[in-house]
Structures are given as C-alpha cells and as structure tokens.
C-alpha cells in the first residue's frame, strides 16, 4: 500500500490534535510544522508506527529567523525518510529566544547526535538530554554562536584589508 | 636503463688540481642541502591532493631529491604546509614547527595557506605566515603540480645560496623572536 | 586547545588509575592525530588502549572548519558554486552538479537531454576518482603502495578530460543555471574514448592484485564490520552501506538528471567490514564505466544549456551587440537574478553516499540558508564503535576504508 500524504496527516492530527499544524506539500516534500513540546513524540511516532515507517533520518539543522515573531525566531528542521515506501517528509519546530530547547532524539536516531552537536555549536540551541552537548566544529572556548545572523562572516581580527575596497564606510560599517 | 643524458648538478666555482677541488663551504654545503631536501607533507584539504599527483609518477617530485617524505618533524628539512589552515589547528602546526630541527624551511602551497584564499571567515587563519615564518609562498587554488614543483626549486635555489651560518645571525633570532619561538 | 594537550583531569586518567591488569600491565593513552601519515585528513582520536587492543575512542573535529554555510549566507548563486568544489574535493564535479540541479529545482528550470547525459557522464568519472583514490590509499595503508601510483596515472587521465571541458584540474567549478558554459570539445570526447578504451584494462589488473591477495585478505576480512541496522541508524549512505547489505541508491530510489534511462546495477555486499567496502567500491566503478559507455552511445544533439536569459550568461558577441543580452549580463554578473521564496531538498549519490542541500531563500540575491547534509560528518560517528575491540593497525584500516574527507567532515 503507498503511503499517502492524507493518510500521514490523518494520522498525525488523530494522535496530536493541534500540536501538528500547516500540512504542506513543499514543492516535492511534504512537510509539516510540531510545537516544540511535542516534538519527540512526533519523530517517535513517525519511526515506530509500522505504517508510516520513517526509520532513517536524513537531516537536522536549525535556521535562525531575526525577523519573525517571537515565536518564531529560531527553528530546528529534520528530514526523515522511508525506503520501503520511497517518502520524504520534513518536520520543523520554532522556538523562542527565552525558551531555546527542545527535547534531543539521540535516544531514537544515533546519528542525530553529532548533528544535534552542530546546531547547538551554530545556533546555542540546548538539546535536553543530549549526552555529549558540546561544540564540535568551532573552539571549544568559543562563547558566540556564529551562524545567527548577527554574527560577522569576517575575521575581526584582520589588519591587513583596506576598508575602501570593500565599499565599507563609517556610516555602513 | 634508459640510454638519454641525465643532467648532472653544475659543480660549485672552485679551484681544481690534480686529485683536489678547493671550494667554499657554503657552496658544497648548500649543494647537499639543496639537492636532498626532504618534505614533510603537512597536508590538510584539497592542494594535499595536488600534492599526492605531485609525488606519483606523472609529476614526479622525487626527482629534486625528495625521495623520502617523512612525517616525523624531527627528521625532515622542509615543511610544506598544504590546505587551509584554520585557528583550531594552528596551534598544532606551530608546535610541527618547533619540533623540526635547523635547518628548516617552510613552503606555503596554496591560496589558503599563504593568506587564508576564499575562505574569509572567522574560523581560518589568514595565511600560515601569522604563527611561523615562511621561505616560498606557491599560489593557486590548487596549485598545478608544475606550480608545486617551481616552489620546491625556488627553495632550492634559496638554499643554495644561504650562509652556514645564517641560523645563528641576530637577523636570525630577531626573525624567531617575532614570531614568539 | 584543550584536546590539544591531555590534562590530567581527562576520563581517560582516571580509568587509568582505577584499573590494572592482571598481571600488572596498565592502561595507556594514545592520541592518533591531527597530523599523522596515515589519517587522509586531519581529525583526531584519542584512545584508550590496553595493549595493542583499543578500548575506547574519542574523536575530535572541526581542524578544517571553513564555515561554508556562513559564507554560502553572504554570496550570490553563482559564486556559492565554487564552495561545493571544495567539499569533496576528490569528486567535485558531482558536488557542483548537485549544487545546480538544487537551483533548478528552486527555479523550476527543465534543462535539455544533452545536457543533462553530459553532467552524468561527467558525474560518474567523479565517481570513479574517488574510488579510485580510496581503494589505492587503502592498498597503501596495507603497505602496497604501487597500486598508488599505478592507479594515480589514469586519475591524472580523468584530470585532463576535465580540463578539456572547464579548465580546472581537481576544484572544477563547472556547470552552469540549466546546462554548462560550452559545448564539449572533439578533443574531450576522444580523450574520453581512450580513457574508457586504457582503464579498464588497468583496473581488472589493480582488482587482481588485491582481491585474491592473502596478505590483504588477513587484513581487511572482518575487520570493523557493521550490521546492516546498526548502519541505518547511524545514517550510513552510499557504498558503506551497500557494503553492509541495504541497497539504497539516490540515483535508483529518486532518479536524477536522467538517471532512469540508464541500466546499472547496485553492487550490495554482505557483512560491511572493509573487504566488503573495498570490493563494492571497485564493482561501483565497472558500473560507472558502464553507464559513461550507455551515455555516449545515446547522447542526443541538442542544446547545452536551458532557454533562461535571467539566469544563463549569454555569448559574449551577444552582449557587445545587443541591448538586452547587456541588461541580463550586467544583472547576473552583479547577483540581481530573480529568486522564489522557498524551501528545497534535493540529495543526489555523491561518492561517499546522499549528499543532501537544504537550500531556504527569501528573495534576496543570496540564500538565506544554506545547510550542507554531509554524507562524512553523518558516518564518522559510526567509527568509534567500529573500532572497539580491533587493534590499532585494523583502525587505520579502517580509516582508510570508510573514505572520509576531511573536507566534507567539517565543511
């Protein structure tokens, strides 16, 4: 039996209610949006439920959004995919600057441990229950979070750059 | 055995006689160091590659004497630093550095390793020349085999033509102490 | 630094202290890396070892962090090309095609059958040097090291055809929005006809030499193996997986750029240790030459590139002559192109498995984020368990087997 997509929401919004919300299909991948509260039970559900089956995960990154709401600065995105059925679906959760957690799914996927690893390094998202949360890329005495968007790309250290090349004034420093 | 003329090294200015061929010692010296100049490959991204088709057969860099490459600091003479370099690996290759013994010299191949290349960023050290002194900067992202090579016999000529006692002039020590070594 | 320098505080230590053998024989510490000659990269592993026998691992990274995903943030679509050159760089063609084919997918661009065989064939000779470097790196870590250079002369052949086509040796930055730049040369196809008419040959000699060989059978046979659900769950694509048994393939599961006109077969081993990777790895390069030969055979005429004026550089005598052709130069040039909103995933088979982009764009005239899913960072994870127990050698061993690059581990 094909996996459909219906099938996917009706199943999710029977077990969640309003915790899952904006069923999408995103170009080719459908997608869909969870609270943070109920995040793991979510990806626990879509993984163990012999129908929907979605045993690999294929990616987890964060996204920092300044310009949202506050609800919605900060969000952590996992795709997760099914063979049998050749399925992908994408699972994003927004949190808030006051509350930047969510639970860890190291206890349901391995690999999603160094991932969850480079989103706290990026981001300074806290993975609650995560066993090993420390940066991984960047140095460990690094106190910044350098992907969110206030963060410079450039080494501020640098002596050696003429400003006047770059266009860059005192005014838009 | 191939039957073709190997080009012979030209032998240094000197005074020949029967049995005897006076020279200075710079030059017999720089003769030896320059013609057997043993690499260490400090390789990290992808001129270390560049580098790997600079030693197989094609591009052959055993040919200038760089037949052992050696991975242990304290037996090799030149240290090519080849890749980016970023700040959590600095330290690493200065401590590579201090553990090499005099003389030594260092090639920087690549754009990243002379300056930092594409990768303007917070987290790659612009240009390797920031924690140890460099001799020949070859550039290129990655350089040809062919750029790599020219690097190498540009260090051979500088060796060549360096005093014996160069590593133990002020200049010298002023130039260590620049960089805190 | 502090992984530079083992402090005393370290768990290590401290085990160390608690236990002793026997027959008074201590635990000890050995701190494999950064630089060592036979990790292809720089990552470091610090192992507690009884012996010879390794008990623990801890593994350090991000000695190459580039940030890419900051710098892909601040550059145009043109210019975040050359930054996947620079992932895998041992096959990175395959990297900067699955860089277009995302932006295509964002655009919504149809790009002509020609061109669309031309990036495949130019995507399997990318993946028959990477496995063409990780199969004689392997052979030169168990101390044969003539298959190297043997092998290395018909990568130097596979250097040429892409300097034929973009003029690039090893970081290619080829392609372009809906095709490539130019036509491929005579010169190119016929280097390609007596590439495909030499390596074969070559490689069923390099094949020989190692597959039936005793010593590197001792070696390789059962040596960090993985089963097939653990090797699930730690995320594992491409060949090391296949080795494992599952045969999940990007370009069976979601054919790509015309993958589904092509037959070829998924080589899928058993027990996943590294004689099962190295023997799916050369069975993957007689599937490639296969493809590259079905490719040429059906290779229609046609256009090189998609009809898109906003976003394809036209020909230069176009620009100096007409109006329009200026406008589209000058805006493409300054990174002004017209862009969607939107969130796209496309994945294709890279050399070490599903290379993933996660490309979100707000309009602007670069992405607003670009994520990486890098096949090396997922995998790596898996090598400390697959270590345990082995010996010190049967780690390098199997460093070497697994393929990582350290270009793609830290991205």
Known sequence: MALETAYIQEKLTQKFGNKVLNFAMNRDIFSFEATPDAIHEVIRTLKVDEDLNFHFLTDLCGVHYPDNDSQHLFAVVYHLHNWVENVRVRVTTYLTDENLEVNSITDLFLCSNWMERETFDFYGINFIGHPQLKRILNMEEMVSFPMRKEFPMEDSGRTDKDDRFFGRTAQNL | ?181 | MSDLLLLPEHRYAKIIEQTRNEDGSELSILNLGPTHPATHGIFQNILLMDGEKILDAEPTIGYIHRAFEKIAENRPFYQVNVLTDRMNYCSSPINNMAWWMTVEKLLEIDVPKRAQYLRVIVMELARIADHLICNSILGVDTGAYTGFLYVFQFREKIYEIYEEICGARLTTNMGRIGGFERDWSDVAFKKLDTFLTDFPVAWKEFENLFERNRIFIDRTVNVGPITAEKAMQYGLTGPNLRAAGIDYDVRKAQPYSSYEDFEFDVPVGKSGDTYDRFCVRNEEVWQSLSIIKQALAKLPEGPIHADVPDYYLPPKEDVYHNMESLIYHFKIVMGEVPVPVAEIYHAVEGGNGELGFYLVTDGSRTPYRLHFRRPCFIYYQAYTEMIKGGMLSDAIVILSSLNVIAGELDA
């Not at chain 2, 061929?21 to 990290?44: M, Q």
Request: a negative charge.
């Open chain 2, 1 to 181: 055995m191939s039957d073709s003329k190997t080009n012979m090294v030209a032998p240094p200015e000197g005074v020949t006689g029967e049995g005897f061929f006076a020279t200075k010692l710079n030059d017999v010296v720089g003769l030896a160091r320059a013609n057997s100049l043993w690499p260490l490959p400090f390789a990290t991204s992808c001129c270390g590659i560049e580098f790997m088709a600079t030693m197989a057969s094609h591009y052959d860099l055993a040919r200038f004497g760089s037949e052992r490459v050696s991975f242990s600091p304290r037996q090799a003479d030149m240290l090519m630093v080849m890749g980016t370099i970023s700040k959590k690996m600095a330290p690493i290759l200065r401590q590579v550095y201090e553990q090499m013994a005099e003389p030594r010299w260092v090639i920087s191949v690549g754009a990243c390793a002379c300056s930092g290349g594409v990768f303007d960023t917070y987290s790659v050290l612009q240009g390797i020349d920031k924690v140890i002194p460099v001799d020949v900067y070859v550039p290129g992202c990655p350089p040809r085999p062919e750029q790599i090579v020219e690097g190498v016999m540009q260090l051979q000529e500088l060796v060549k033509n360096e005093s014996v006692r160069r590593r133990n002039s002020p200049e010298y020590k002023e130039l260590l102490a620049s960089y805190n070594l």
